[in-house]
């Protein structure tokens, strides 16, 4: 029989603690079958799965560790680990893992409490807990709308049933006014090349034609029916011939004008920097106005702007629109087009929206978020992210705060 040992360190963390307790075993000559640290406020915690050589004293390598322990002033624990055990554990390499993250202004341990019991009733085991964020200052006072959090959960075991799991997920996010994410933990989650955007509410926080409308007099009845295609109580296209149809006679200084005073959303700049940074691809796919996303486009540096194209005639809207509408179908199709352009897998794209017409590009992206978007819209996507900005888009693909790229 083998004899393996788990062996379980603590203490004030400080640089040359793990080379000091490896080079104990190093002397013994232990093989090191798996090995895991995390610092928490300067506190080590150390666990190593050791096997302890054939005719060799395990009590004489751990009397040298206590003694090292000792002298570093270290808490040590050893736990013997059966080969069946050890076998199971082997076993479940290779098998599915997920990734949900917790995010929220400031995460508390209400928040954590009601996320782990879901976890743990659908018999899902938490592997590691990492926080992707930044460390949350004190005192934060009025700028608490700005700050942001995120967790990380590894989690492990078989989910049978994940639209239940998902459901409950949704009703925690709406009664503590979080966001929770859940994704599968594979190759593409840290390989994604393309990301493309809805650009009204999304990229911006307001709707153009609203405010192409609001110009013509006509801002009322235009917003309501935008309001009711968005929730996908319309049909895109009809809709938006309907309300262009208000825009007839609008001068063409007014685009100018509108463009002016867009808000970009917030997180869209320190997202779209950092994107680029990294060497993504970057698209707008819109139902709106491919004016609005020309202007966008050199303010974040977008590489494609698809939307649609508004009919001017002696300096004058016209009430019409010209070429294809950029509605629901059109986006996932365009979206299909760039990522063969670019020659990059769908599954290392990412869509990000608020409207139903978002859904189709959402559901064929291999991660599609709903960000701050309409009941239907979180509903029916995987992910969705309602509490903080979109440059958490870049929790979601595993990036951290200390990472460097301005999250």
Known sequence: MKE??????????????????????????????DIGQAVIHNHLSLGMLVEIPAGSDSSALMKDLLFKAHTLELQLTFTPVTENEYGRWVEEQGKSRHLLSLLARRITAAHLARVTATVSSHGLNIDTINRLSGRVPLGIGEEADRTKACVEFSVRGTLKDEAGFREELLAITDSLGIDIAFQEDNI??????????????TVITSEVIDELA??????????????????????????????????????????????????????????????????????????????????????????????????????????????????????????????????????????????????????????????????????????????????????????????????
């Not at 393996?4 to 104990?24: E, K, W």
């Open 214 to 407: 609001l110009e013509a007099g006509a801002g009322a009845e235009v917003s309501a029916v935008t309001e009711r295609a968005m929730r996908g109580e319309l049909d895109f296209s009809e809709s938006l011939r309907e309300r262009v149809s208000k825009l007839a006679g609008l001068e063409e200084s007014v685009l100018e004008k509108v463009a002016g005073r867009l808000q970009l959303t917030e997180g869209a700049e320190t997202l779209f920097r950092s994107l680029h940074s990294l060497g993504f691809k970057t698209a707008i796919l819109s139902g709106g106005f491919s004016y609005f996303g020309r202007y966008l486009q050199k303010k974040l540096n977008v590489d494609y702007v698809y939307a649609n194209e508004l009919e001017i005639e002696n300096g004058r809207l016209t009430g019409k629109v010209t070429g294809t509408v950029v509605d629901g179908k059109r986006k996932a199709e365009l979206l299909e087009e760039i990522a063969r352009r670019e020659n990059i897998r769908l599954e290392q794209t990412i869509a990000v929206g608020d409207g139903a017409n978002d859904l189709p590009m959402l559901s064929k992206a291999g991660l599609g978020i709903a960000f701050r978007a309409k009941p239907i819209v979180r509903e029916s996507a995987r992910q969705a992210i309602s509490t903080l900005g979109l440059d958490a888009i870049l929790y979601l693909m595993g990036f951290r705060d200390r990472d460097g790229h301005g999250i």
């Open 4 to 33: 393996l040992l788990l062996i379980n360190i603590s203490g004030p963390d400080r640089p040359g603690l793990t080379a000091s307790v490896t080079s104990v075993l190093g002397a013994h000559l232990v093989p090191v079958l």
């Open 188 to 201: 593409f989650r840290r390989n994604r090349r393309l990301v493309v955007f809805d650009m009204d509410s």
